[in-house]
């Protein structure tokens, strides 16, 4: 059975940093295209982050870009979200996901990805 393990979250100032790690059990991480999406409160869940099958090619929301970083270490089975600048409106339940096999393509759409985390809250104070 597939699980996705999401940890890291956290309360911080703004300016500040944290990292979040999403464990993959049950599939081998590497053969799947992995994304980070974000839900506030009374919103709609958005894209963050994703990250290729090789690693080699990752896309991030406007809101998000020189700011956070999508990684993955597929030894571990797990991707990271290196989210850096904390700004208030970062304050969200944030959720790693992954694509079906054989979905090689990086999309933006939740309704794409399959597998979904339980998510891990971050909170930004200003």
């Known amino acids: 059975q597939v699980q996705l393990v999401e940890s890291g979250g956290g309360l911080v100032q703004a300016g500040g940093s944290l990292r979040l790690s999403c464990a993959a059990s049950?599939?081998?991480?590497?053969?799947?295209?992995m994304g980070w999406f974000r839900q506030a409160p009374g919103k709609e869940r958005e894209f963050v982050a994703a990250?290729?099958?090789?690693?080699?090619?990752?896309d991030y929301a406007d809101s998000v870009k020189g700011r956070f970083t999508i990684s993955r270490d597929d030894a571990k089975n797990t991707v990271y979200l290196q989210m850096n600048s904390l700004k208030p409106e970062d304050t969200a339940a944030y959720y790693c996901?992954?694509?079906?096999?054989?979905?090689?393509?990086?999309?933006?759409?939740?309704?794409?990805?399959?597998?979904w985390g339980q998510g891990t809250q971050v909170t930004v104070s200003s």
């Open positions: 996901a992954s694509r079906p096999l054989r979905r090689i393509i990086i999309t933006t759409a939740p309704g794409d990805y399959d597998y």
């Open positions: 049950g599939r081998t991480s590497s053969n799947y295209v």
């Open positions: 990250i290729s099958r090789t690693g080699s090619t990752t």
